[in-house]
């Protein structure tokens, strides 16, 4: 039952019901993996879902300088990898342990015959993605004439839909990068960073979590702020 929780919350499962969730859960398996190790690597083959039992991974890239920018800090609850099963493209990013990290894995080998024998999943799962594609491609136009404030709001809006979790209190869970790594990946300066995450928690949009870098962010208000832009 653990398991069908967690795919619940994954972004490509999201239009499954019950019994379509225990058919993929019960094709996870677990993979436990110690710190400072490699999980997936940038450009090579993609071919699974990882989701995160326990511990914490660094999703990251590299600059054409060679510096490495830090995309993600994920934690229980969250998922990688997840349009591999579709599309079997190469990674798109490097994800190393941060601590001792159990995952549950599924594999593509082992979804598609399901996908083949049921093909509503594969309808679905098709649904859906084409729905964060049109997410995506307006987001990207709407950032394209944003104030740095705004693409801080989009930026924080698009990483909780994809690496956070929502709470009973309607708020989601994530780790967020440091300002740096934030201002690094919009374009600014760490202090125009700072100066936005201060007054957002100030107007309690941004609450601090347990733990470094952990945060409660009232998606909801921030979609507002947006649609009022």
Same mark, same amino acid.
């Given at each position: 039952?653990?398991?069908?929780?967690?795919?619940?919350?994954?972004?490509?499962?999201?239009?499954?019901?019950?019994?379509?969730?225990?058919?993929?859960?019960?094709?996870?398996?677990?993979?436990?993996?110690?710190?400072?190790?490699?999980?997936?690597?940038?450009?090579?083959?993609?071919?699974?879902?990882?989701?995160?039992?326990?511990?914490?991974?660094?999703?990251?890239?590299?600059?054409?300088?060679?510096?490495?920018?830090?995309?993600?800090?994920?934690?229980?609850?969250?998922?990688?990898?997840?349009?591999?099963?579709?599309?079997?493209?190469?990674?798109?990013?490097?994800?190393?342990?941060?601590?001792?990290?159990?995952?549950?894995?599924?594999?593509?080998?082992?979804?598609?015959?399901? $996908?083949?024998?049921?093909?509503?999943?594969?309808?679905? *799962? @098709?649904?859906?993605?084409? +729905?964060?594609? %049109?997410? #995506?491609? !307006?987001?990207?136009?709407?950032?394209?004439?944003?104030?740095?404030?705004?693409?801080?709001?989009?930026?924080?809006?698009?990483?909780?839909?994809?690496?956070?979790?929502?709470?009973?209190?309607? $708020?989601?869970?994530?780790?967020?990068?440091?300002?740096? *790594? @934030?201002?690094?990946?919009? +374009?600014?300066? %760490?202090? #125009?960073? !700072?100066?936005?995450?201060?007054?957002?928690?100030?107007?309690?949009?941004?609450?601090?979590?347990?733990?470094?870098?952990?945060?409660?962010?009232?998606?909801?208000?921030?979609?507002?702020?947006?649609?009022?832009?």
């Amino acid at each position: 039952m653990e398991m069908v929780n967690m795919l619940r919350r994954v972004p490509l499962f999201a239009e499954l019901d019950e019994a379509e969730l225990k058919s993929i859960a019960a094709l996870a398996s677990s993979i436990e993996m110690p710190k400072k190790n490699i999980v997936v690597q940038e450009f090579d083959p993609g071919n699974s879902l990882y989701i995160i039992l326990s511990g914490q991974v660094k999703v990251s890239t590299y600059s054409i300088e060679g510096r490495e920018v830090v995309l993600a800090l994920l934690g229980k609850g969250s998922f990688f990898g997840e349009m591999s099963l579709l599309d079997e493209e190469p990674r798109s990013a490097n994800v190393s342990t941060m601590q001792d990290c159990k995952f549950a894995n599924i594999r593509r080998c082992d979804l598609v015959p399901l $996908l083949l024998e049921q093909p509503v999943i594969s309808l679905k *799962l @098709l649904t859906e993605t084409a +729905s964060r594609l %049109r997410k #995506t491609s !307006s987001m990207l136009k709407r950032v394209s004439s944003m104030d740095v404030p705004h693409r801080v709001f989009t930026y924080l809006v698009d990483h909780c839909q994809r690496f956070g979790h929502q709470g009973a209190d309607g $708020l989601y869970r994530t780790i967020l990068p440091t300002h740096q *790594l @934030l201002a690094d990946q919009l +374009s600014t300066s %760490r202090e #125009t960073i !700072s100066r936005t995450i201060s007054q957002l928690k100030k107007d309690s949009i941004l609450q601090q979590g347990e733990g470094r870098g952990n945060m409660r962010i009232d998606v909801d208000k921030l979609e507002d702020m947006l649609n009022d832009f």
